[in-house]
């Protein structure tokens, strides 16, 4: 009955917009309205004038007077939504929120009468120049448009904030049950916590660990209401199915799976199926791990039951909460700080559907870094009884464990009449089935491969810098590598999560690639693979050096005459397409009155860079790519035994190793030779570690460089043109991990 009132108030809202739209002298920011006479009464009960976006709206959950996100406090006397929940369950609520009533602006002041989201509940002086929002871990989102309105209700209420900070309070070891601690709820649908990663902390994010921080999807659609329609809600999966071909239905956007999401995410060893699966597959797998801690660990049962309080004692033990454990007495209390993380980033993932398409990286990595937490808590017997989904569906229906409300109303969908469940009609369902996996965790993957790895240093090493420049933007933005190609020069970028399909392929709909016809190599050489493709790989993968930068930094300085203006010259990392090219590359430094390989030809069919490593993944298929000629070869490390020519390339007269293991060798007997001529003809001992500068002084002469001299001040600055030769070599042999090849 309290929503009686919202008819006339509906009526008033109407009027007040036409008599805008007649009066030219006022404005009302956001909407546009047109006044016409109406053929059709329409189902509010008035028909005189047309609201904007009315049938849109109508339709949508916000203007859902019967749903509980509004009438859940209908009972209450008096019948009002409280002030923990009226910002966001009530209009009034809402602008009280916003200050729009004369209270404090970013709070709610006083409990507000109940009614859904109408136009002025976004539509308001204040909404339409919003630009930032606070989320519930006090970090500030700045930069918003219109979907800053969207991320003040879909942001959560709880952060990865909010459990760390219980932890604290707790001052309890990981396994120890926290006194009086209840489960940490996010609410529902807290797609822009989602959406911002890192950036929001919605998840709770493990020490030590690297998040993905906002998701970027494609220029056009990368906000609230570029992908949802923000009247009626819904997306337009015809304008998904532009660049996601085939995509149809929502259903069809639960099988997207892009050529830069190519881990085996869930071990399954399925790289086909949508990313949705891979996340639906691992988040089983945690809730099997938290119900196996919970009771191996802690002792105590748990359960999950989808409403509040969400976790409960299962007091039969039978994994499943019944009607009568599904009561507020029952409510799980034995939490550890291991256990209220991770149940809360398994619900964190659950209660965001769309978690797959708003953030799929964050999402697969919060839960990812759950198992792996709780899986160090759990012995080896433990674990060996963990299984994980399979791709089976057909086998879901012998019932043989508890599925979810959405899932078993799936799988009575796909019954056909005669009974039996075709796999044709159940793609949501692959991954509904659970079969015995003794090795999960070694399988799982975290992150996705190097060029998509977001969280890799790669591309988060000038996150505090908030830019990327010039001299590094070519290969470690998404936009650096076009405009480069497309200007011939470079400019500084603003950082990216690693490639994008624009930093290759002209459009996102044909996929073209950018032509480039050839390279210019640090030496200056002008090489080609010929193909387009690989050489845009060789753009990023030829290094930023080469002998003949050597040369020009030690200019006219005598071979053993100490120098410290020299300092050392970096190749920088896998410059793969240099050494493919060898001497007309002129790479690595090349001794006067010596002669060197040039361009290693391999097969016809191996030629280039992408017809060894996939494009995308950089995987190579080491079986259907190298066993023709190479037979018996089935992973990388069968690739590291073979040996393509006879010579004993390191004096060990052992010819049967791999040319992998004659090329470390040789590593080795240089780096005992730069470290010997460093001692007893500099003077100044020499250590390698493997971070920038790469070289320093070996203060404490013992061969080796610890964390304590690996710093900048301590940077071995004592070369001749001698030591700087050997030591660049050294590194170039060592930063193409596959040079062997």
């Given at each position: 009955m309290q929503y009686r009132a919202f008819i006339p108030a509906l009526l008033v809202i109407g009027l007040f917009v036409a008599m805008i739209a007649l009066d030219g002298t006022s404005q009302a920011p956001g909407l546009t309205t047109t006044v016409s006479a109406q053929a059709e009464r329409i189902p509010f009960g008035f028909d005189t004038f047309r609201i904007p976006f009315f049938q849109e709206w109508v339709g949508s959950p916000h203007a859902d007077v019967t749903s509980r996100s509004f009438t859940n406090w209908s009972g209450n006397d008096p019948a009002v939504v409280p002030i923990?929940?009226?910002?966001?369950?009530?209009?009034?609520?809402?602008?009280?929120?916003?200050?729009l009533d004369g209270s404090e602006a970013g709070v709610v002041s006083e409990a507000a009468h109940p009614g859904v989201i109408t136009c002025v509940t976004c539509h308001n002086d204040v909404s339409v120049a919003q630009t930032e929002v606070l989320m519930p871990s006090g970090d500030m989102l700045t930069g918003l448009g219109r979907e800053a309105v969207c991320m003040e209700c879909h942001q959560g209420r709880q952060s990865g904030a909010s459990v760390a900070a219980a932890i604290e309070r707790s001052g309890v070891d990981h396994d120890a049950v926290m006194d009086a601690q209840g489960f940490l709820n996010i609410h529902y649908y807290a797609?822009?916590?989602t959406l911002y990663g890192s950036e929001a902390h919605g998840g709770f994010q493990y020490p030590g660990k690297r998040y993905e921080p906002r998701f970027e999807h494609v220029q056009g659609y990368a906000t609230c209401q570029s992908c949802h329609d923000p009247h009626s809600?819904?997306?337009?999966?015809?304008?998904?199915?532009?660049?996601?071909?085939?995509?149809?239905?929502?259903?069809?956007?639960?099988?997207?799976?892009?050529?830069?999401?190519?881990?085996?995410?869930?071990?399954?060893?399925?790289v086909t199926t949508g990313i949705y699966y891979e996340i639906y597959n691992l988040r089983s797998l945690l809730f099997d791990l938290i119900q196996a801690y919970a009771s191996d660990v802690v002792g105590a049962p748990i359960g999950?039951?989808?409403?509040?309080?969400?976790?409960?004692?299962?007091?039969?033990?039978?994994?499943?909460?019944?009607?009568?454990?599904?009561?507020?007495?029952?409510?799980?209390?034995?939490?550890?700080?291991?256990?209220?993380?991770a149940t809360y980033n398994y619900q964190v993932t659950k209660k965001d559907p769309g978690a797959y398409s708003h953030n799929p990286k964050y999402t697969i990595q919060l839960i990812y870094d759950s198992i792996e937490d709780l899986a160090n808590a759990l012995d080896a017997n433990v674990m060996a009884g963990i299984v994980r989904p399979g791709d089976e569906p057909a086998l879901a229906a012998s019932g043989g464990y508890d599925l979810d409300t959405a899932t078993s109303s799936l799988l009575a969908g796909a019954a056909r009449s005669n009974g039996m469940l075709h796999v044709s009609d159940m793609r949501q369902l692959r991954s509904a089935v659970q079969v015995a996996d003794f090795g999960v965790i070694e399988r799982l993957h975290r992150n996705d491969t190097g060029h998509f790895d977001g969280t890799s240093q790669s591309w988060r090493y000038w996150d505090a810098a908030g830019v990327v420049p010039a001299s590094c933007s070519t290969c470690h933005t998404a936009t650096g590598l076009e405009f480069f190609i497309r200007h011939g020069v470079q400019i500084a970028h603003e950082p990216s999560q690693g490639m994008a399909c624009l930093t290759c392929h002209t459009d996102e709909v044909e996929f073209g690639l950018i032509e480039l016809e050839n390279v210019t190599f640090p030496s200056g050489e002008v090489l080609s693979f010929g193909t387009s493709g690989d050489n845009m790989c060789a753009v990023c993968h030829m290094g930023r050096a080469s002998g003949d930068t050597v040369d020009q930094r030690i200019g006219a300085t005598g071979d053993d005459v100490i120098n410290d203006r020299l300092g050392f010259v970096n190749i920088h990392y896998f410059s793969s397409a240099a050494t493919r090219f060898g001497n007309e590359a002129r790479g690595g430094y090349q001794y006067a009155g010596q002669d060197y390989v040039g361009f290693f030809e391999h097969d016809m069919d191996v030629m280039t860079c992408t017809q060894c490593h996939d494009a995308h993944s950089g995987r190579i298929d080491v079986v259907n790519s190298c066993s023709d000629c190479h037979s018996g070869v089935v992973t990388i490390a069968d690739i590291r035994d073979l040996r393509w020519f006879d010579g004993d390339f390191d004096g060990t007269g052992n010819l049967s190793i791999g040319t992998y293991y004659a090329i470390k060798n040789l590593q080795e007997m240089l780096y005992e030779a730069i470290q010997s001529h460093a001692r007893d003809e500099i003077g100044t001992p020499i250590g390698y570690f493997d971070a920038h500068p790469y070289f320093f002084i070996d203060t404490d002469g013992d061969g080796v460089i610890s964390r304590e001299e690996a710093v900048r001040p301590n940077l071995y600055n004592q070369f001749t043109p001698r030591l700087l030769r050997a030591a660049y070599n050294y590194q170039y042999a060592k930063k193409d991990t596959g040079s062997y090849a």
């Open positions: 923990s929940c009226a910002k966001c369950h009530s209009g009034d609520g809402y602008h009280d929120f916003l200050g797609a822009a916590a809600l819904q997306i337009d999966v015809v304008t998904c199915a532009t660049c996601h071909i085939g995509v149809e239905t929502l259903a069809d956007l639960r099988d997207i799976r892009m050529p830069g999401s190519l881990a085996d995410f869930d071990g399954d060893g399925d999950y039951a989808d409403g509040h309080p969400y976790w409960f004692n299962d007091l039969d033990g039978d994994g499943m909460i019944s009607a009568d454990e599904w009561n507020r007495g029952n409510a799980y209390g034995s939490f550890t700080p291991r256990l209220l993380a």
